[in-house]
């Protein structure tokens, strides 16, 4: 479970992770310390693919972005700002070794909160009247563009 709060400006596109909480099920955990790093690492990594790792090809199929100078990847500004990370008590998984559960890849897509934190922020231009056009990655350009179709669909919406 991931829950998400954010804050986006509208004029910029920018936004910033403020609090995420994460409840992660690890089973019977091998080592709480790696399994927690393995959990906030895999959400920051899908942070990046929610927001920021835009794939860029030109006319003849050719990839733009192909290292980390022309390619945006997670920072330390991508980590929130109160970050609070739990493993899930007292649920064993008796087919595994130790009774452990899949810890390093499942917590790239708790990151999708963080995403629909965005989206939802976007939805408050419109009283959460209307639906967001909103895509993968979240970049500040699609946040943006997000906002504007917002603020043109309000404008053509009947007693407005």
Same mark, same amino acid.
């Given at each position: 479970?991931?829950? @998400? ?7 910029t ?6 609090? %995420? ?7 019977? @955990? ?18 990046? &693919?929610? %927001?920021?790792?835009?794939?860029? &090809? ?12 022309t390619?945006?990847i ?10 609070? %990370? ?19 890849e ?8 963080? &995403? ?22 979240? %970049? ?21």
């Amino acid at each position: 479970m991931c829950v @998400s709060e954010v804050i986006v400006d509208t004029l910029t596109g920018f936004y910033k992770n403020l609090r %995420t909480d994460i409840l992660h099920d690890v089973g019977d @955990s091998i080592n709480q310390g790696i399994d927690v790093g393995q959990v906030e690492g895999g959400y920051i990594q899908g942070v990046g &693919w929610c %927001t920021t790792e835009e794939v860029k &090809w030109n006319d003849k199929g050719h990839l733009l972005n192909h290292s980390p100078d022309t390619y945006k990847i997670p920072s330390v500004q991508d980590i929130p700002s109160d970050f609070r %990370t739990e493993l899930l008590q007292s649920a064993p998984n008796p087919n595994a070794i130790r009774k452990s559960k899949a810890v390093a890849e499942p917590p790239f897509m708790l990151a999708c909160a963080t &995403w629909l934190a965005i989206k939802d922020a976007i939805s408050a231009v419109a009283d959460h009247e209307l639906e967001p056009q909103f895509k993968l990655p979240a %970049t500040n350009e699609v946040i943006l563009l997000s906002i504007e179709d917002l603020k043109k669909r309000i404008k053509i919406k009947p007693n407005r």
